[in-house]
């Protein structure tokens, strides 16, 4: 999208996202874990012992084996072993009065010195018995992970398919997953889909029924893990996508959150190079890393503030085009973001609502991933975020992969968004609804194409340019064009205006005082290609949640105890069909323009 977004707003979004994203952890997982009995699913599986599939010819996959039950107990096992001490003090209370701490956007200028090792520092100064506890738990769990096998023979008794996509499901999430599933099966994708159920949300069984249609099936935590473990696990929200994509079946799987919809066929991207180079893709947030130094320092990976190698996202342009390299390494530590210095973890931060990893070369960093998950609250995600936009699992899968070395492929090119102006009285401000995240295969190519360039022309790339500026420079510039096609867009993550209709109609959203609805993204955009995604979604909101043969599911069945509350959540979504259809052609015939004017279906009041 070739908007220009002014900072405000983009922080204005955030933090709405921020916020919806606490409170959805918080609802979501509000209820104590508890024990559960192990009952059949698919009327199929005993997992109280591990060779029960032997006995059902008719069970959907080879679930649990000897070697799967024995490989979740010791990780389980470790992962408790390498417990930090509990921490008994508030981030507030660690924090030196001048430490500056705040979001920063991947393309902002003048923030270099709230980057900096010596800002990062200040704002956080683990007591030593915390940091020397911290260390001793991490090395001992990296430890553990050089001694798992990870041999081919191994990993496919733990995992039986090859390929398939994973999401998590449960609550609104299933509602959401079965949107995102028939999003995908759009797209011409033929790959299976696993959701994942966590444990407090069994069961779904009719839910889980009628995705199978999809060649879609659920997973719950029983089917994957040992009794024993069951008993004392006790999951907390922001562990769950780390177990999911753990417990997941497939060898090579792409995560796609349920409120992420998939615009290209996804079975693609199994076969792209950027994967076969990598064997783990992810996705850009517009965030710069906050991350503290005393993380680095206790998981022994060095920085060396000699060695500046990159402006934020721009590693290739030669150093000397932006630094004259005149700075001591105090004035480096104290000037120069931490983050461009070897060693780091390069800029931006991640977007971790897509993933695409192939455990064949990269399980160890899942494993690590899960152990920053389980300590996260109590530690690794301050150490990670410091407290700024979207703290939570979103660093731990990159930081994990960049601990042990392992390869992955961070798309450069920055999310664009699927937006609106806020048409309703006394707002008129610019609402990210989604993100669009872009093509790794194609920013692959074009990061090459330019790699290639830059290298070829050292001495014009490589002389000091006064001018030169990382967001117009590099961002807008270099990343803008690179070839003649457009950016394609591979993924749609509607993770602000979800496509969840009580939620929407709480805080009414995308409709006037008055009822009449409007249209998320009224704008053509070459993401969509011609295809109205807002009439797709909610035709089927409307038929799973509202017509008169929903499709059960728990999150559904509670709703549905308030009649009045659910009666109007109903008119509202038919209202919003009705509203989309009407304003289907009209939005259509702007997707083919080929002029750079931007059209909009008009959202104004009265339309
Ligand atoms: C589960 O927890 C109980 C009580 O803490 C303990 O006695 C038991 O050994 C645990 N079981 C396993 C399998 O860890
Ligand atoms: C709009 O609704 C009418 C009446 O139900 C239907 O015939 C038509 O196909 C719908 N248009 C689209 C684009 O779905």
């Known amino acids: 999208m070739g908007i220009y977004r002014p900072r405000a707003a983009i922080r204005r979004l955030f933090l709405v996202v921020l916020i919806v994203v606490v409170l959805n952890v918080t609802v979501f997982f509000h209820e104590p874990t508890k024990n559960y009995i192990v009952d059949t699913y698919h009327g199929a599986?005993?997992?109280?012992?591990?060779?029960?599939?032997?006995?059902?010819?008719?069970?959907?996959?080879?679930?649990?084996?000897?070697?799967?039950?024995?490989?979740?107990?010791?990780?389980?096992?470790?992962?408790?072993?390498?417990?930090?001490?509990?921490?008994?003090?508030?981030?507030?209370?660690?924090?030196?009065?001048?430490?500056?701490?705040?979001?920063?956007?991947?393309?902002?200028?003048?923030?270099?010195?709230?980057?900096?090792?010596?800002?990062?520092?200040?704002?956080?100064?683990?007591?030593?018995?915390?940091?020397?506890?911290?260390?001793?738990?991490?090395?001992?769990?990296?430890?553990?992970?050089?001694?798992?096998?990870?041999?081919?023979?191994?990993?496919?008794?733990?995992?039986?398919?090859?390929?398939?996509?994973?999401?998590?499901?449960?609550?609104?999430?299933?509602?959401?997953?079965?949107?995102?599933?028939?999003?995908?099966?759009?797209?011409?994708?033929?790959?299976?889909?696993?959701?994942?159920?966590?444990?407090?949300?069994?069961?779904?069984?009719?839910?889980?029924?009628?995705?199978?249609?999809?060649?879609?099936?659920?997973?719950?935590?029983?089917?994957?893990?040992?009794?024993?473990?069951?008993?004392?696990?006790?999951?907390?929200?922001?562990?769950?996508?780390?177990?999911?994509?753990?417990?997941?079946?497939?060898?090579?799987?792409?995560?796609?959150?349920?409120?992420?919809?998939?615009?290209?066929?996804?079975?693609?991207?199994?076969?792209?190079?950027?994967?076969?180079?990598?064997?783990?893709?992810?996705?850009?947030?517009?965030?710069?890393?906050?991350?503290?130094?005393?993380?680095?320092?206790?998981?022994?990976?060095?920085?060396?503030?000699?060695?500046?190698?990159?402006?934020?996202?721009?590693?290739?342009?030669?150093?000397?085009?932006?630094?004259?390299?005149?700075?001591?390494?105090?004035?480096?530590?104290?000037?120069?973001?931490?983050?461009?210095?070897?060693?780091?973890?390069?800029d931006p931060t991640t977007e971790s609502g897509q993933m695409i990893v192939n455990k064949k070369t990269h399980l160890k960093m899942l494993l690590l991933a899960l152990y920053y998950n389980q300590y996260g609250p109590e530690y690794y995600y301050q150490l990670f975020s410091q407290g700024t936009s979207g703290q939570g699992d979103k660093e731990t899968f990159a930081m994990a992969a960049h601990i042990l070395k392992e390869p992955f492929y961070q798309v450069k090119k920055t999310f664009g968004f699927a937006a609106y102006m806020d048409p309703r009285e006394g707002k008129s401000e610019f609402q990210g609804a989604g993100l669009l995240q872009h093509d790794p295969e194609q920013d692959y190519r074009y990061w090459n194409i330019l790699k290639t360039e830059i290298e070829g022309q050292q001495e014009k790339y490589g002389t000091f340019d006064e001018d030169y500026h990382i967001k117009k420079t590099f961002y807008d510039k270099m990343l803008g064009k690179v070839g003649d096609q457009p950016r394609e867009h591979l993924f749609l993550h509607a993770s602000y205006h979800k496509y969840d209709p009580w939620n929407l109609y709480n805080e009414k959203n995308l409709m006037h005082s008055d009822g009449k609805q409007f249209r998320a993204y009224p704008c053509s955009s070459t993401a969509f290609k011609g295809f109205d995604v807002e009439l797709f979604l909610w035709e089927i909101v409307n038929k799973i949640v509202c017509s008169e043969n929903p499709v059960k599911m728990a999150y559904i069945d509670k709703l549905k105890e308030d009649t009045d509350k659910f009666k109007a959540v109903c008119q509202f979504t038919k209202d919003r069909v009705n509203h989309l259809n009407e304003t289907h052609d009209e939005y259509v015939s702007y997707m083919g323009a080929t002029s750079n004017e931007k059209h909009c279906v008009d959202i104004k009041r009265g339309h």
Not at 78 to 84: K, M
Not at 96 to 119: I, Q
Not at 189 to 207: A, G, H, N, Q, Y
Request: aromatic share 10%.
């Open 45 to 346: 599986l005993d997992t109280s012992r591990p060779d029960s599939q032997s006995s059902l010819p008719s069970a959907p996959k080879l679930d649990r084996t000897d070697a799967s039950d024995e490989f979740f107990k010791t990780l389980f096992a470790q992962l408790e072993g390498a417990a930090p001490m509990k921490r008994e003090f508030g981030w507030g209370d660690i924090k030196a009065k001048e430490c500056d701490m705040g979001d920063v956007g991947f393309d902002s200028n003048g923030r270099d010195e709230r980057l900096s090792y010596d800002n990062l520092a200040k704002c956080l100064q683990l007591p030593e018995s915390n940091y020397n506890s911290l260390k001793n738990g991490h090395e001992k769990f990296v430890k553990y992970l050089s001694t798992v096998d990870t041999s081919a023979s191994q990993l496919e008794q733990i995992y039986a398919t090859k390929r398939g996509i994973v999401t998590v499901g449960g609550r609104r999430y299933s509602l959401l997953s079965y949107l995102m599933i028939n999003m995908v099966r759009r797209s011409g994708s033929k790959l299976p889909i696993e959701v994942v159920i966590p444990p407090d949300d069994e069961p779904e069984t009719e839910f889980c029924e009628s995705i199978l249609q999809f060649n879609a099936r659920c997973i719950y935590f029983k089917d994957r893990l040992p009794t024993s473990l069951l008993a004392n696990l006790s999951v907390k929200s922001y562990q769950v996508k780390g177990i999911a994509l753990l417990l997941s079946s497939f060898q090579e799987f792409v995560l796609i959150d349920s409120d992420n919809m998939p615009l290209k066929n996804i079975d693609e991207v199994f076969d792209y190079n950027v994967f076969r180079d990598h064997g783990m893709v992810i996705w850009p947030d517009i965030w710069r890393r906050m991350t503290s130094p005393q993380f680095y320092q206790l998981a022994e990976v060095p920085i060396d503030f000699t060695k500046r190698v990159r402006n934020a996202g721009d590693e290739l342009s030669p150093v000397s085009r932006y630094d004259k390299l005149e700075n001591t390494v105090s004035e480096n530590k104290a000037k120069v973001p931490m983050h461009d210095f070897l060693g780091t973890l390069p």
